[in-house]
C-alpha cells in the first residue's frame, strides 16, 4: 500500500527542454497541455455556427453550462466582482477534468503537489489584487491593521495560510479518494469498488473543484466588500 501511494505521489519527468542548463517537464505538466488542448479543441468546434435566433440543442446545452457557472458565481460576488467570474469558470473547469482524467487512464495533474500549489497562488494573488484594486492602495494596507493594529500580525500570516490551505485541502481530498479507494479494492476487488468508484473518482472529483473555486471566490467577495 505505502509503495502504491509513493508511486502515486511520484512525478516523474517525461522530458527535458535544453535550455538553462535543462528544464524537466514533469507527467503533470504534460496532462496538463493535453487537458489545455483537448479543451481549445472543444472551445472551437462548441461555438462554432452560433445563432441568435433558432438556436440548436448543442447551443443551448452551452448557454445552460455556461450561463449557470456565470450565475452561480455572479451570485456570490455581484456586480463589482464579475470582472473575475472568467477565472472562477476556468479553475473550475480545469480542476474538473484534471480530476476526472485519470478514467482515461492518465495520472490527475491534482495529484502533483507543485499543481495545486500553483493553483493556489494564482488564486490568492487575484484575491489580494481584487482588494488592492477595490480599496486603493492606503486602505488596502490599512486593512492589515484592522480591526486594531495588534492584529496586524495574523493578518499579514493569512496571506499565506489561504494559498496553504487551498492548495492542502485540494492535493490532500485527492489522494485521500485514491487511499480509500486502494483500500477498498484490497478488500474486496470484484464488485465493491464499482459504485465507490463512481463517488470517489467522479463525484469527489467535482466536489473539489467547486470547494476550491467557492472558497476563492468568498475570499475574492470579502476583499470587494467595503
Not at 441568435?52 to 451570485?75: C, R
Amino acid at each position: 500500500m505505502a509503495d502504491r501511494i509513493t508511486e502515486e505521489l511520484n512525478c516523474e519527468t517525461v522530458f527535458t527542454i535544453p535550455i538553462f542548463g535543462g528544464i524537466p517537464v514533469t507527467e503533470s505538466v504534460v496532462v496538463t497541455w493535453i487537458i489545455m488542448a483537448a479543451l481549445t479543441i472543444l472551445s472551437i468546434v462548441l461555438v462554432r455556427n452560433l445563432k441568435v435566433e433558432n438556436p440548436g440543442k448543442k447551443q443551448l446545452a452551452l448557454e445552460s453550462a455556461i450561463g449557470f457557472l456565470n450565475d452561480f458565481f455572479a451570485d456570490i460576488l455581484g456586480e463589482r466582482g464579475k470582472q473575475y467570474i472568467p477565472y472562477l469558470i476556468t479553475a473550475a473547469i480545469y480542476i474538473g477534468v484534471a480530476n476526472l482524467i485519470g478514467l482515461l487512464g492518465f495520472k490527475p495533474p491534482t495529484k502533483d503537489l507543485n499543481v495545486t500549489a500553483g493553483l493556489a497562488v494564482i488564486s490568492i494573488f487575484l484575491i489580494e489584487y481584487s482588494g488592492w484594486k477595490q480599496k486603493g492602495f492606503k486602505r488596502f494596507m490599512h486593512s492589515f491593521a484592522e480591526p486594531m493594529a495588534i492584529v496586524t500580525p495574523i493578518n499579514i500570516m493569512e496571506i499565506f495560510i489561504r494559498p496553504v490551505s487551498l492548495c492542502m485541502r485540494l492535493f490532500g481530498n485527492v489522494i485521500g479518494s485514491f487511499v480509500v479507494m486502494e483500500l477498498i479494492k484490497m478488500i474486496l476487488p470484484v464488485v465493491l469498488p464499482i459504485p465507490f468508484s463512481f463517488y470517489f473518482d467522479i463525484f469527489d472529483g467535482l466536489i473539489q473543484a467547486y470547494v476550491f473555486v467557492f472558497l476563492t471566490s468568498l475570499f475574492i467577495k470579502e476583499q470587494i466588500e467595503e
